[in-house]
């Protein structure tokens, strides 16, 4: 009998600890989305724990982090013109799904924007992309996927299908993707390298 106490007591303990990780997991994600409404509100779009990295041809630019970021930490967002029709030139286009409507974020002019940078992963993406409303509006705002060290390029996955070129493997070089594949997962792991809310 005292047996069986002890393993109430100790079942009931961790079961109790696990729902306070839990509210704290919620806890944090809550703060986390109040950060970035803030963000949204005062435009800034250029934080200085972000910085520019030029990766050379053909990648171009892309976004490092300046400092570590824990998974669900706010990174920053999607900064542009807010259209209601879709924009002709759709290279630095966000489309917006919501309520059964579409709206888009136009970010291809030039306004020194940090979101609109950040470049495609499609296999081991630190960062993802959620809808949040601020001010009634819907906008797009980055969190980290998992932890990010400082110095690593931030990337989330555009989510629009295998139909980027950077997508395809030529067909000489599969072996090749392959090993890279690999060696791509260790470094975006462990090496640096220079309404309703919803998960896009």
């Not at 007591?9 to 950060?35: G, M, P, Y």
């Not at 499609?122 to 906008?139: C, I, T």
């Not at 996927?145 to 070129?165: A, L, V, W």
């Amino acid at each position: 009998m005292y047996r069986l106490y002890i393993l109430v007591t100790v079942i009931f303990t961790i079961w109790n600890k696990d729902e306070c990780v839990a509210l704290t997991v919620a806890e944090h994600s809550r703060q986390q989305i109040k950060e970035a409404r803030a963000a949204i509100r005062r435009s800034d779009m250029s934080p200085s724990y972000l910085r520019i990295t030029h990766l050379g041809h053909p990648i171009g630019r892309g976004i490092v982090a300046g400092k570590g970021f824990a998974r669900g930490d706010f990174i920053t967002y999607y900064h542009g013109k807010y259209c209601v029709k879709e924009p002709i030139i759709d290279e630095y286009t966000f489309e917006l799904p919501c309520d059964g409507r579409t709206f888009w974020i136009d970010a291809s002019q030039e306004d020194g924007s940090y979101g609109r940078l950040m470049n495609d992963e499609w296999r081991y993406p630190n960062a993802m992309a959620r809808l949040l409303f601020a001010d009634g509006r819907p906008h797009i705002a980055f969190f980290a996927h998992r932890f990010i060290k400082t110095g690593q390029e931030i990337r989330f996955n555009y989510n629009k299908g295998s139909d980027f070129p950077w997508r395809q493997p030529s067909k000489v070089q599969t072996n090749v993707c392959i090993q890279r594949t690999w060696l791509d997962f260790l470094k975006t792991t462990f090496l640096p390298v220079c309404k309703m809310d919803k998960i896009l």
